[in-house]
DNA sequence: ACCTGAACACCGTTCAAGT
DNA sequence: ACCTGAACACCGTTCAAGT
């Protein structure tokens, strides 16, 4: 057979199967993406630095769909706000994808742009150059904590036996449709006003 | 062979293989298992629930050095922080696990007792019952946030290019040694600020 | 009940061979 | 440069056979 006149395979169709099996069976394998794409496995490996070089394509493709249009335009904390809840919906677009993204930040240059953005706002809005850092990084675990959260099956709230925790599972009635979002905007807010604060006191 | 007079394997034994695989090289398998216990891999699979089922094994084991002990006194405030610290600690004590463990929450009778102990402390400081699950949940997504982040290995923040991002690089360089911790604690702090805030003003 | 040996389907990865 | 076919080591899981 040997090498084709125009390429049967690139990054991009190999990111967007592996997602697209991801979003249906909550994995992929290389084989899979290669029958899905009609072509051998080993074939697969002529464009992608492995399995893990894949993983590492999904978490930019998903990354790739925050906005960060908020951080050029001050208030810092209403900047910070919306990025943060474009950073969770770029997530929440493929949640059964969270577990294998969250594993390590992403590191694709498109995003160290964003975190580049925000240091800058944060300078400028005064906060001293050692806290820049962890207030960038809080908002990080924030979004990934409520992330893996949402990506959690609901029936994991679903008690097998309410006897053994009764209250628990008169609060788990008493919560309503929008359990992770509620718990995401009370995170931030506190983190939001907790920063208002180092900001006045410092 | 047959049937020993006395079982080779159990599950403990299997647990703490696992984790030792897991702490030495972040990964583990059933093969493994089986070679560093002298057995087969067969012979596992009489004890074990399958590979998912060693993995909640792991789950639980990590969440045994959980000091809920906090939860029975008040005030509810500090308690829950030093729940949260505990919690924390006990995923601390293996990073290499946490990959494996925060894809899915607990759910061992254990830890459910210590969020119906939660519970109770919540709603006995007066919090609305429906509020009750975002406050929990919230703290929750803290905990486990910041567990990733302890998991990512340190060099995730050394920069490959600092040119491209000098404010980004800046802020690294003033971050001091407990990098991780600043930014719980920060979170943590928030988060304790806004709950407080919720219990005057509600 | 618990261990073995063998089997099955599947995986990630490499590599020489072809164009 | 890019695809194939074949190979390798490894994996998770099942199951009949033994005590």
Redesign the interface.
Known sequence: MGRPRTPLLDRARITTTALELVDEQGEFSVPQIARRLGVQTASVYHHVDGRDGIVELLRERVAAAIDSGSLDHGPWDTAMAAWARSYRAAFAAHPRAI?LL????V?A?KV??Q??KA??LL?AAGFP??D???????L???????A??M???ER?WE?SDET?????A???G???EG??D???E??L???????R?MLTDG
Chains 1, 2 share one sequence.
Not at 140 to 146: A, H
């Open positions: 577990p969250t594993t390590s930040p590191r240059p160290l742009e975190y580049e240091v800058g300078l150059l050692p820049v850092m962890p207030v960038i990084i809080a990080e675990n924030l979004v990934l904590g409520s893996l959260d990506a959690a099956p994991m008690l053994a925790t009764p209250q628990l008169r609060a788990l008493a919560l309503g359990r992770a509620a718990a995401f009370l995170a807010a506190g983190y939001l006003a907790h920063c604060e």
